[in-house]
């Protein structure tokens, strides 16, 4: 086990023992995640290839035998305690949400869980465009399935926990989040169909090269009913197709000439385009061609932006200013309207592109960026 995170892990039993008065009964860890490429493709049943960052969320547990949830996080001030026969949509609020529902989706499928007191933390940035949520929502599904003795598959767990979010907490994601933190491998991209459930782990070799993460600190709320209008978009241009979803139309041209709407074009051209970019990058990826995937990646920024309108003007300049510093390609990365940027860096010129991003933000009067190195790691896993 890495040092750091075993130091982590003892910090944060300490940590559990000072609030509770109690030792945990175990650290479960689920990382967020970096979507090399297929955005918005989820939620059309389409092709999806995320990769596992080592940061993610921890959670320490130790379980109750009053039916109480509790729940607590070093981010955030207050508890949260809530009772399991209590829960439904609406009775929570705020970051607890994510982890109560998660204990009323097992409870809704089934699944007899008992009482806990939870502790949460996370090294992922909130707002990052890098699944926080979901990670906090799959570290606390192992935690709350081992503390009760149930052993669900994780593709079956990936569903419940996008049940949580989807039905309690009212965000209407995709299954690619929960799939990645559940399911992907060190120095593996996971090409997920969204559709079927079924996912293969792809090598993704960065020798010489670096997927630099850009977190442009402009904030997103995709609750607020954007993310949510875009999905019922393409509901309606499917729909309007005849087709169960966007994944299913087989001839552009032609799906194009049959819709009358603009907007229904654009958001169809973006979910086909964008999957067969993701076949593209899994053949590049596969054949060791790694420097060629940035050409994709700033294919993918261009129809997110001019045809799925959620880029923001902090992701074009990134993007453009690191292309422009050397970086082989780059896009926006999560559901668009804030959060941050990938761009796939030679090693030789990372320096230089965190340079001229600096550069060109400060030049414009923004905020500094805040850079991170993505490495594919494990998924989640118990690590205390």
Request: aromatic share 4%.
């Amino acid at each position: 086990m890495n040092s750091a995170i075993t130091n982590s892990v003892q910090d944060l039993e300490a940590t559990f023992l000072e609030v509770y008065g109690r030792p945990s009964g175990g650290v479960w860890h689920a990382p967020g995640r970096v979507n090399l490429i297929g955005e918005h493709t989820d939620y059309n049943d389409g092709l999806v290839l995320p990769f596992a960052l080592a940061e993610g969320v921890s959670v320490a547990a130790a379980a109750r035998d009053d039916g109480v949830l509790v729940l607590r996080s070093l981010q955030a001030a207050g508890e949260a305690a809530v009772r399991l026969d209590g829960l439904s949509p609406g009775t929570s609020g705020g970051w607890a949400a994510y982890a109560a529902g998660v204990a009323w989706a097992l409870r809704e499928a089934g699944h007899e869980i008992s009482g806990a007191d939870l502790l949460v933390d996370s090294d992922l940035p909130q707002g990052a465009g890098l699944s926080s949520s979901a990670a906090l929502e799959c570290a606390v599904a192992l935690a709350l399935c081992e503390l009760s003795g149930l052993e669900i598959p994780r593709p079956e767990l990936a569903r419940l926990a996008q049940r949580a979010e989807n039905d309690f907490v009212g965000m209407p994601c995709g299954i690619m989040d929960q799939s990645a933190s559940l399911l992907c491998t060190a120095d593996h991209a996971l090409l997920l169909d969204c559709r079927s459930g079924l996912s293969t782990q792809v090598p993704l070799a960065l020798e010489g090269l670096t997927v630099l993460v850009i977190d442009t600190r402009a904030s997103h709320e995709l609750v607020d009913g954007e993310y949510a209008a875009r999905r019922a978009e393409c509901e309606r241009a499917a729909a309007a197709l005849g087709v169960p979803a966007l994944r299913d139309v087989k001839d552009l041209p032609a799906a194009l000439g049959a819709l009358d709407d603009k907007v229904l074009r654009r958001r169809t051209r973006h979910v086909v385009t964008e999957n067969h970019r993701v076949e593209a990058t899994v053949g590049l990826l596969r054949a060791g061609a790694v420097a060629e995937v940035g050409a994709m990646l700033t294919a993918a920024h261009l129809s997110l932006r001019d045809e799925f309108e959620v880029s923001w003007p902090e992701a074009d300049v990134a993007v453009e200013t690191a292309v422009r510093a050397g970086a082989r390609g780059g896009r926006m990365v999560g559901g668009g309207f804030g959060g941050s940027v990938i761009a796939l860096v030679p090693d030789h010129r990372a320096g230089e592109v965190r340079d001229a991003v600096l550069a060109a933000y400060a030049g414009r009067g923004w905020g500094r960026p805040v850079f991170l190195e993505a490495r594919p790691s494990e998924g989640a896993r118990r690590t205390g």
